[in-house]
């Protein structure tokens, strides 16, 4: 590769950086006016016009106060798991499928499933660094709902791997060029849309930051810069989860302006979402994960591969 070549890549990734986090910016203030009407109450509306400068001065606020840590916390792993966890959550756009520069990702969703597996670990660090017990436990939490819903995630992952013969997320834009892959799998498109709930800790899956009893969970001891990481981090996950919802099962070209509006709209169901259900009991949680969604994964998987099968003994 030369040097040239490196430059623009290098480029292109900030770029792309740069957008994720100006949209997760407006993503908190979508969910804060969308809240504030669901509560019958207006959102916020000072700052600039309509309040729509008002993430900057959020973020402005956070990153400019003093930044506190517990006297008995393990420093070097409290301080550097916010960093990690932004990190990963950035890292995994480079997947995005662009048809110039950047990255070709053959394995994409390989990829996806790598960087969503480290996310694990930046909150169970953040909470057993923070040598709290509510961080830990919030933290014991999120490490076990997460590990139970990417079984899943990957089961239907699998399944469409088999529909569309490869792992990169340019075959399922140009497989769903006539028809959705919504459509023939709507049951799965269900399983993957409260998986992605529950795998970025949003209402009614937010164990790891349940307010009434863990007051905060794993951030609990967290202030200024690197909660206000975790939180980008959060919804930079919200924003690719929606992205790849989707690639997977909305199709469209990434270049459509249809595209944007249909990511925009799952991005609006994470806050409807939240703004509706209650916190599930953590038991239910569990028996959802391994005794509804894994089983009806497990058989669209074995139907997909079969049909897969058949159509390609019908070609031959």
Same mark, same amino acid.
Do not use: H
């Given at each position: 590769?030369?040097?040239?070549?490196?430059?623009?890549?290098?480029?292109?990734?900030?770029?792309?950086?740069?957008?994720?986090?100006?949209?997760?910016?407006?993503?908190?203030?979508?969910?804060?006016?969308?809240?504030?009407?669901?509560?019958?109450?207006?959102?916020?509306?000072?700052?600039?016009?309509?309040?729509?400068?008002?993430?900057?001065?959020?973020?402005?606020?956070?990153?400019?106060?003093?930044?506190?840590?517990?006297?008995?916390?393990?420093?070097?792993?409290?301080? *550097? $798991?916010?960093? &990690?966890?932004?990190?990963?959550?950035? #890292?995994?756009?480079?997947?995005?499928?662009? =048809? !110039? +520069?950047? @990255?070709?990702?053959?394995?994409?969703?390989?990829?996806?499933?790598?960087?969503?597996?480290?996310?694990?670990?930046?909150?169970?660090?953040?909470?057993?660094?923070?040598?709290?017990?509510?961080?830990?436990?919030?933290?014991?939490?999120?490490?076990?709902?997460?590990?139970?819903?990417?079984?899943?995630?990957?089961?239907?992952? *699998? $399944?469409?791997? &088999?529909?569309?013969?490869?792992?990169? #997320?340019?075959?399922?834009?140009?497989?769903? =060029? !006539? +028809?959705? @892959?919504?459509?023939?799998?709507?049951?799965?498109?269900?399983?993957?849309?409260?998986?992605?709930?529950?795998?970025?800790?949003?209402?009614?899956?937010?164990?790891?930051?349940?307010?009434?009893?863990?007051?905060?969970?794993?951030?609990?001891?967290?202030?200024?810069?690197?909660?206000?990481?975790?939180?980008?981090?959060?919804?930079? $996950?919200?924003? &690719?989860?929606?992205?790849?919802?989707?690639?997977?099962?909305?199709?469209?070209?990434? =270049?459509?302006?249809? @595209?944007?509006?249909?990511?925009?709209?799952?991005?609006?169901?994470?806050?409807?979402?939240?703004?509706?259900?209650?916190?599930?009991?953590?038991?239910?949680?569990?028996?959802?994960?391994?005794?509804?969604?894994?089983?009806?994964?497990?058989?669209?998987?074995?139907?997909?591969?079969?049909?897969?099968?058949?159509?390609?003994?019908?070609?031959?």
């Amino acid at each position: 590769m030369q040097i040239n070549d490196f430059v623009f890549i290098v480029l292109e990734s900030l770029v792309l950086f740069v957008c994720v986090l100006v949209g997760v910016a407006f993503l908190t203030l979508l969910e804060r006016k969308v809240l504030g009407y669901i509560q019958i109450r207006k959102g916020p509306n000072k700052v600039g016009y309509c309040g729509v400068v008002q993430p900057f001065s959020d973020a402005i606020k956070l990153f400019t106060k003093e930044q506190t840590f517990p006297m008995t916390s393990n420093y070097l792993p409290y301080y *550097m $798991s916010p960093v &990690f966890s932004l990190f990963t959550s950035l #890292l995994v756009w480079l997947i995005m499928p662009f =048809y !110039f +520069g950047l @990255f070709t990702f053959n394995l994409g969703l390989l990829f996806f499933l790598c960087c969503t597996s480290m996310g694990v670990y930046t909150v169970m660090i953040a909470g057993w660094a923070s040598n709290s017990l509510y961080a830990l436990l919030g933290g014991l939490r999120a490490v076990a709902q997460t590990i139970s819903y990417e079984v899943s995630l990957a089961l239907i992952l *699998m $399944s469409f791997i &088999f529909l569309a013969g490869g792992y990169s #997320l340019e075959l399922f834009t140009s497989y769903q =060029y !006539f +028809g959705w @892959f919504m459509f023939i799998s709507f049951p799965l498109m269900l399983i993957w849309f409260a998986s992605c709930l529950a795998e970025t800790n949003r209402t009614p899956f937010d164990f790891a930051e349940g307010e009434s009893e863990l007051v905060s969970g794993f951030n609990i001891e967290y202030s200024s810069g690197g909660f206000a990481l975790i939180f980008m981090a959060e919804y930079a $996950s919200i924003l &690719f989860m929606s992205m790849l919802f989707v690639i997977l099962f909305l199709g469209g070209d990434v =270049y459509s302006f249809m @595209f944007i509006l249909k990511l925009v709209f799952i991005s609006f169901l994470f806050i409807w979402i939240r703004g509706t259900l209650p916190r599930f009991r953590y038991d239910k949680l569990m028996y959802l994960a391994w005794k509804s969604f894994l089983p009806i994964s497990l058989n669209y998987l074995v139907f997909f591969a079969g049909l897969k099968i058949c159509i390609l003994s019908f070609l031959i």
